[in-house]
C-alpha cells in the first residue's frame, strides 16, 4: 500500500476538518489512472457500470463477474485513491454468508479497500456482518437505482415528511452500525443538509445539494460520454464524446485521404539495405520462394 493511500479514517477525518470529500466513480484502467493522477480522495466502481459501459438499461443486469473485472482494471491503476466496489444487485441481500463472501470477493479478487451496499435500516445487520468481516462499508440511501421498480422509476426520493424522516433514521442507523460514509442520491438538498448535519461519518451526494460533504458523479456522465438521459443534477463538466467524435472523422478522412500514416509515423527499413532487398525481391517467384519455407 503507498504511503499516501487515502483510507476509510482519512476521509472521516476530512469531513471533522471541514473539507471536501472529492469522488467519482471509474470503472477501467486509463480512466481510473488519470483520476488517481488528479488527486481524488475514493473512485467507486459503480454499478452504473451495467448502464454507461456495457449498455443495459440499468443497473440489475450487471453480474458480480463484470464487477470484479472491472474493479480490478482500476485497482491496478490506482495508488492514492481508496477504491470501493458496488455491491450489484441480488448479491448481497439474499443471505448474510453469501453477501460477505461476495464483499470479500471485492477486497480479495477485485483489490478494493471496501464496498458499497444500497439500502436502508433493514440491511444493518449486512453491514454488521461484513464489518465483523474486516470489510468497509459505505452506505447509499435516497435514490438507490437497484429497487427502481419499487420506486417505479428514477424517481427523486425523501419529498414527503414522512420520507424525509425514514431517510434521517436510516443514515443514523447506517451510521450506528460502523459504515464509513453514507451515499445521498436524488434527495432534497435540505433532507441531505439534516443528515450531513446528523451525522459524524460523512456523506456523498448525488444529486444531493451541496451541504454534503463530498460529491460523488458517474465519470461518464460528467464527461458527456453517456448522454443516453440527464438527471437534474447532472452538470456537463467536459464534452468527451464530443472530441471523440471529432477525433474519429479526422482519422477517417486522413486514412481515405492518405494523409496518415505519414512518414513521421511509419518505420524505415535501413537505406543501405533496401536496395539489396529490393533486386532479391525482383529476382524471385513469390509463390515457389514462400513454399520452401513451409514444412
Ligand atoms: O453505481 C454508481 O455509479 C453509484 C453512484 C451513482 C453513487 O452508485
Not at 453480474?63 to 480490478?72: C, F, P, R, V
Not at 427502481?148 to 420520507?163: C, D, H, L, N, P
Not at 433514521?169 to 450531513?196: M, R
Request: overall charge negative; proline content about 3%; charged content about 25%.
Amino acid at each position: 500500500m503507498s504511503l499516501q493511500k487515502m483510507t476509510a479514517k482519512k476521509i472521516i477525518e476530512k469531513k471533522q476538518k471541514g473539507q471536501k470529500i472529492i469522488t467519482i466513480t471509474s470503472y477501467d484502467y486509463s480512466m481510473a489512472k488519470i483520476v488517481d493522477e488528479c488527486d481524488f480522495d475514493l473512485i467507486l466502481v459503480g454499478d452504473s457500470l451495467s448502464m454507461v459501459v456495457l449498455g443495459y438499461k440499468n443497473t440489475l443486469s450487471v453480474t458480480m463477474d463484470e464487477m470484479i473485472h472491472h474493479t480490478k482494471a482500476v485497482s491496478r491503476a490506482v495508488s492514492n485513491a481508496m477504491v470501493v466496489g458496488d455491491m450489484p444487485f441480488l448479491s448481497y441481500k439474499i443471505d448474510l454468508k453469501e453477501a460477505v463472501k461476495n464483499a470479500g470477493r471485492f477486497i480479495q479478487e477485485g483489490g478494493a479497500e471496501a464496498v458499497k451496499v444500497e439500502g436502508g435500516t433493514e440491511i444493518c445487520p449486512t453491514i454488521r456482518a461484513m464489518i465483523d468481516a474486516d470489510i468497509q462499508v459505505m452506505g447509499h440511501i435516497g435514490l438507490t437505482p437497484q429497487a427502481i421498480y419499487q420506486f417505479g422509476g428514477f424517481m427523486v426520493q425523501g419529498k414527503t415528511i414522512e420520507a424525509a424522516q425514514k431517510l434521517i433514521l436510516d443514515a443514523k442507523n447506517l451510521e450506528n452500525e460502523g459504515a464509513f460514509s453514507i451515499v445521498l442520491e436524488s434527495i432534497p438538498w435540505q433532507v441531505a443538509k439534516l443528515i450531513t448535519n446528523s451525522l459524524d461519518i460523512p456523506t456523498i451526494g448525488i444529486g444531493a445539494g451541496k451541504y454534503c460533504d463530498g460529491q460523488i458523479i458517474v465519470i461518464n456522465d460528467m464527461l458527456g460520454i453517456f448522454t443516453d438521459f440527464k438527471p437534474k443534477f447532472l452538470k456537463y463538466f467536459g464534452d468527451i464524446g464530443g472530441n471523440i467524435r471529432k477525433a474519429l472523422k479526422d482519422y477517417k478522412n486522413e486514412v481515405e485521404t492518405v494523409l496518415y500514416p505519414d512518414r513521421d509515423h511509419s518505420y524505415e527499413f535501413p537505406d543501405e539495405d533496401f536496395n539489396t532487398l529490393n533486386e532479391w525481391f525482383e529476382s524471385i517467384d513469390l509463390e515457389k520462394e514462400a513454399l520452401k519455407i513451409k514444412k
